[in-house]
């Protein structure tokens, strides 16, 4: 199995077995999400240490990937990597949770501010605005929500819409979101807590 120089210079003749399959692992990634059909489904990123750039795991991508809350209704969540190129069925609706989505997003949206890995820096209007999004699904609009990544502050929203969908349990709802969308949903203890909080103003 060949190494590429790129490889070799990042990771050194002694990682030259690790870079080999790591360039393995990243052509047969690229090779499978090739294959799937426009707009949906999966992708894959690999995250580097950003202090050593050393490898550290590999992360899912979820591009306008459909999510059924528990009563039926039908939402899209994606991450913002490769919005452009995939996108397959534009939304009526997003509620987006990083700034990278002002210009990307070229239908009726709202954003909010929202540090990643964190919980958002006004409570009660992020709140509003999740219930408004919520309310628009009921009424018909296919509503997406996204941040960078598609899974802490995406799944953190998620599961919010699950609580107001009927599961007003905040424990239950993020087991849903885990089950249901994601396994990496939901990065932090704080957002985990704010689900809690969400639950206990919203039920």
């Known amino acids: 199995m060949s190494i590429s120089r790129e490889m070799k210079a990042r990771y050194g003749t002694r990682g030259s ?4 399959q790591l360039e393995a692992a990243l052509a047969a990634d690229a090779k499978w999400y090739a294959d799937k059909p426009l707009g949906g489904g999966y992708g894959s990123l690999y995250v580097s ?12 991508r979820h591009y306008h990937k459909e999510f059924v809350l528990p009563n039926g209704l039908v939402m899209q969540a994606s ?3 490769g919005m452009v190129k995939r996108r397959h069925k ?10 990278g989505w002002l210009s990307l ?12 890995y964190g919980t958002p820096k ?11 999004a919520y309310q628009r699904i009921t009424e018909g609009w296919l509503v997406e929500t996204g941040c960078i990544g598609g899974h802490g502050r995406t799944g953190t929203v998620l599961a919010c819409m699950v609580v107001m969908a009927g599961e007003t ?3 239950a709802a993020m087991r849903y979101v885990w089950k249901n969308y994601c396994h990496e ?6 957002q985990m807590d704010f689900v809690r909080w969400f639950a206990g103003e919203c039920v």
């Not at 077995?17 to 080999?20: E, G, H, S, T």
């Not at 997003?105 to 990643?116: C, L, N, T, V, Y």
């Open 17 to 20: 077995k690790k870079a080999a």
């Open 79 to 81: 991450s913002m990597t």
């Open 122 to 132: 006004h409570a009660e209007p992020a709140v509003e605005a999740i219930v408004e």
């Open 185 to 190: 949903a939901i990065e932090s203890k704080a």
């Open 49 to 60: 240490d950003n202090t050593t750039g050393k490898p550290v795991a590999w992360k899912c």
């Open 105 to 116: 997003a070229e239908w009726r949206s709202e954003f909010i501010r929202w540090p990643d």
């Open 90 to 99: 534009t939304p009526d609706f997003g509620l987006y949770l990083d700034a």
């Open 169 to 171: 349990d905040p424990e």
